[in-house]
């Protein structure tokens, strides 16, 4: 099994940042992708960036040259830098760890932008 603990949401203004952090413990291979996925109210959960072990990204449309997202395999974290923060950027953001062919998922933090 994997662990995923979340750390970094709050309430920030319309063109703000924040960072949010996701640390993996347990069972943990070094194979794997990890991500960030958000889901709002009444809106299916839709992936935010992902991140693979050598370093390949990608990310939404919706949030490309706004958002950054690192890893540090020797802390098995991964970030999501977010700047230039909007309104419909608010939802709850889960951490997502791919592998060995299962998903596991951090219990969520929620991102709310409004002024």
């Known amino acids: 099994q994997v662990q995923l603990v979340e750390s970094g949401g709050g309430l920030v203004q319309p063109g703000g940042s924040l960072r949010l952090s996701c640390a993996a413990s347990?069972?943990?291979?070094?194979?794997?992708?990890m991500g960030w996925y958000r889901q709002a109210p009444g809106k299916q959960r839709e992936l935010v960036a992902r991140i693979t072990n050598t370093g390949s990204t990608n990310y939404a449309d919706s949030v490309k040259g706004r958002f950054t997202i690192s890893r540090d395999n020797a802390k098995n974290t991964v970030y999501l830098q977010m700047n230039s923060l909007k309104p419909e950027d608010t939802a709850v953001y889960y951490c997502?760890?791919?592998?060995?062919?299962?998903?596991?998922w951090g219990q969520g933090t929620q991102v709310t932008v409004s002024s």
């Open positions: 347990g069972r943990i291979f070094s194979i794997n992708v």
């Open positions: 997502n760890r791919h592998q060995e062919l299962a998903d596991y």
